[in-house]
């Protein structure tokens, strides 16, 4: 008979069921002993098998972020840190995102195992029905396909049934009795359910942290375009004081100049060089840190270079509306949000919370405002700025026509050479801070303040 191979079976199963409904209540601390199982696994909707997987982290297991698309999935992989990339490298890439991913981790270890275990006996008992109803072919015993039929129901109600039948996986409380049914599906939802609730929570609680990091970095960048050009100046004056210090020594040759004179050029030169190596250690400093900060190793940070800023825009912050600004910036903002999602004690009056709430948004508003009118200030400068060298490149090109003429001395050209470079950094740094200034407005509108 069928019965004796298939009561053993069935009472397995009804163990695996009870061990399924037991575990689902353990806390994530009881296994921390085992191998940790990656929190990027993918999360089946049991509800509907064929939808799209998503993952706990929001990436896979290569740490591609769901969704994006293979050009900025590049980008970020290669050795250049763009402006527009900022946010994506500390969400995906940086120290902050390697905690975030270890923290799902070590919260995940215990659920993926109860997961994995209720996906197994969900298995088991696919695979028993599918030999059941094998056996339920191939008998003539009615009896007997009788039998196989209420057992093929009773799998089946305990991985999938709505619980409001005789089947299903009965649920008692400590004194034994009946408080309810579930099944394996309902298990696992709930398991799924509980690792994605601690994954939102593990995110939730790094949103500012990633936020001061991002605004950080985006701080960084900047920074580096003023001493990048810096550099350039640098550069230049290095080349001006190097072409003096030569015709200095040429002329103390010849009698036309002292070794006063010399010395002076010589050491105009060296403290032109000092400034150039101060500067370039700067940058390599802060490149380097950035790089560490947003996920690449200490030997691959020397590698990493800094990309270029965006084109300053003119027109940008004349179509803005400071007041629609500010409202769009609240909705961001992560201490605006905070103070307005505290909850008010049950009390009448004005309370601390009030307090709290009325002072993040009057900031905001003071800071939104202050933001617009540095823009508009740094486009102002930068206009100034632009007039200023177009004087110092005329001036310039005078110098060298008068040069070539003999009506100046080589002191007098250096001298609106000197004027030149100065003018050219000026214009061009009042370039990079008018597009900083708009940079660091329009990161407020997305909450990085």
């Excluded at 199963?13 to 296994?31: D, Y």
């Excluded at 970020?76 to 975030?100: F, G, K, M, P, T």
């Excluded at 209420?150 to 409380?173: E, F, H, K, P, Q």
């Excluded at 960048?221 to 990048?228: C, H, I, N, T």
């Amino acid at each position: 008979m069928y019965m004796g191979g298939e009561m053993v079976k069935r009472k397995k199963l009804a163990a695996l069921a009870a061990a399924a409904v037991l575990c689902s209540g353990l806390g994530t601390a009881a296994m921390a002993a085992q191998e940790k199982k990656p929190g990027t696994r993918v999360v089946i909707n049991i509800n509907d098998p064929n939808a799209p997987g998503r993952n706990l982290t929001g990436v896979d297991s290569t740490g591609r972020p769901d969704g994006m698309d293979d050009t900025t999935w590049a980008r970020l992989q290669d050795d250049v840190i763009d402006y527009d990339e900022i946010n994506n490298l500390v969400e995906y890439r940086s120290v902050i995102a390697r905690q975030q991913m270890a923290a799902i981790d070590n919260y995940a270890v215990n659920m993926n195992d109860i997961i994995d275990s209720i996906s197994s006996s969900i298995e088991d008992m696919n695979n028993e029905i599918s030999d059941l109803k094998e056996k339920r072919r191939d008998t003539t015993d009615e009896n007997e396909k009788a039998a196989y039929t209420a057992l093929i129901d009773l799998y089946s109600s305990m991985i999938s049934a709505s619980g409001t039948d005789n089947y299903g996986i009965v649920l008692t409380d400590d004194d034994g009795n009946v408080t309810g049914k579930t099944t394996f599906s309902v298990q696992k939802a709930g398991a799924e359910g509980n690792l994605t609730k601690l994954a939102s929570s593990v995110k939730r609680g790094l949103h500012g942290t990633k936020v001061s990091v991002t605004t950080g970095m985006n701080s960084a960048f900047l920074g580096y375009q003023s001493l990048r050009e810096l550099e350039k100046m640098y550069e230049k004056q290095v080349d001006m004081y190097q072409a003096m210090y030569d015709a200095a020594v040429r002329q103390l040759a010849v009698g036309a100049a002292t070794e006063l004179d010399v010395r002076t050029a010589e050491v105009d030169l060296q403290g032109a060089k000092i400034r150039l190596s101060n500067n370039r250690e700067s940058l390599r400093s802060i490149k380097e840190n950035m790089a560490i900060i947003l996920g690449w190793g200490i030997d691959s940070a020397a590698n990493v270079s800094i990309g270029e800023i965006p084109v300053y825009d003119p027109t940008y912050m004349a179509a803005r509306n400071l007041y629609q600004d500010i409202e769009e910036a609240r909705l961001y903002n992560v201490e605006y949000g905070s103070a307005q999602a505290t909850a008010k004690p049950d009390i009448t009056g004005y309370s601390e919370v009030d307090i709290k709430r009325n002072s993040t948004k009057e900031n905001l508003n003071i800071t939104m405002s202050s933001l617009y009118n540095t823009a508009i200030q740094a486009g102002t400068q930068y206009e100034a700025a632009q007039a200023g060298f177009m004087v110092a490149a005329r001036q310039k090109a005078s110098a060298e026509r008068s040069l070539a003429a003999g009506l100046i001395s080589y002191k007098d050209y250096y001298g609106a050479v000197t004027q030149y470079i100065a003018s050219e950094a000026t214009a061009n740094i009042s370039a990079i801070n008018a597009s900083s200034a708009v940079l660091n407005y329009q990161a407020a509108l997305r909450g990085f303040v």
